[in-house]
């Protein structure tokens, strides 16, 4: 613990730095080489991070179980809640951003994962390079990541932020922290890349 006698100047120190760092990285875009190195392109590859090339994200539930069903559903209305996106559960497959599905590959140290569908349109350059449609998987076999509420909250917010264009946060009060959290939320400044875009 810091002396008392030190507050009122450190605090003052404290404030002005954390002022001047405000302005934060960018956690929106696809693989630029800084973000994945190399950078990658927008393919049916685990390591694609491709956006949604609009903020109407329509998501069709191919092939879930119902309880990431609804944590999948949870996530669409916390992303709904953002100003400039809107999104919908579709009845069916066609025209959709987003095709959601349990998937038991196993991949090392990966429980959710986003890639480019097979066939999608692709276009852009980085940072704004976009996939439609794109598939959200969960891997089953990782039973350890989908055994409570919260991990299933924050694994689908983390993996339909992907979808819409969103990177990993540093942030650990975002559902967009690189890694395993029960944080189903996103943070004010997730909002603001998203509607700086869309
Ligand atoms: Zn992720």
Redesign the pocket.
């Given at each position: 613990m810091r002396r008392r006698r030190t507050v009122g100047p450190v605090a003052g120190a404290l404030i002005a730095v954390l002022a001047a760092g405000t302005v934060m990285a960018s956690n929106f875009g696809s693989n630029t080489a800084s973000y994945l190195t190399p950078a990658h392109q927008c393919d049916t590859d685990a390591s694609s991070q491709c956006i949604a090339n609009n903020g109407s994200h329509f998501w069709y539930p191919y092939n879930v179980t119902t309880n990431l069903l609804a944590a999948t559903r949870t996530a669409s209305s916390t992303y709904d809640a953002v100003t400039d996106v809107a999104t919908y559960e579709s009845s069916s497959s066609s025209g959709v951003d987003v095709i959601v599905m349990d998937d038991p590959t196993n991949l090392p140290n990966i429980v959710?994962?986003t890639e480019c569908a097979d066939g999608a349109t692709t276009g852009g350059t980085d940072p704004n390079a976009y996939c439609v449609p794109q598939w959200l998987r969960y891997d089953l076999s990782d039973t350890s990541a989908y055994d409570t509420l919260g991990e299933r909250n924050s694994i689908a917010c983390?993996?339909m932020?992907?979808t819409l264009g969103l990177r990993?946060s540093s942030s650990t009060s975002s559902c967009?922290y690189?890694n395993r959290t029960t944080q189903a939320g996103l943070v004010q400044h997730d909002k603001d890349e998203l509607n700086a875009h869309y």
């Open positions: 959710a994962w983390q993996e932020g992907h990993h967009m690189t």
